[in-house]
């Protein structure tokens, strides 16, 4: 278990916000980037905490910075 629980991907999208990213892309997935990483989040409630921890990886943040976010 990474130690992230499953998240909701709207407050996923609030937290990666509140890190500096913004929205590219609306689909069946969002994309978002903050002009270095480009992170593709699912929508589905909740996200599976081993996809988040890898999203969180990609975004260049740790678990502990996305929990403070969250």
Partial sequence: MPGLPGV????AVKAFEKAG?????RGKHITMT??????TIPRAN???SYTMAGIVKDAG???KE????V
């Fill in 61 to 63: 943040l740790s678990i």
């Fill in 21 to 25: 990213f913004w929205i590219t892309r």
């Fill in 46 to 48: 909740p996200v599976n």
């Fill in 34 to 39: 903050d002009g270095v990483h480009i992170i």
């Fill in 8 to 11: 909701n991907h709207q407050r």
């Fill in 66 to 69: 996305f929990k403070k976010l």
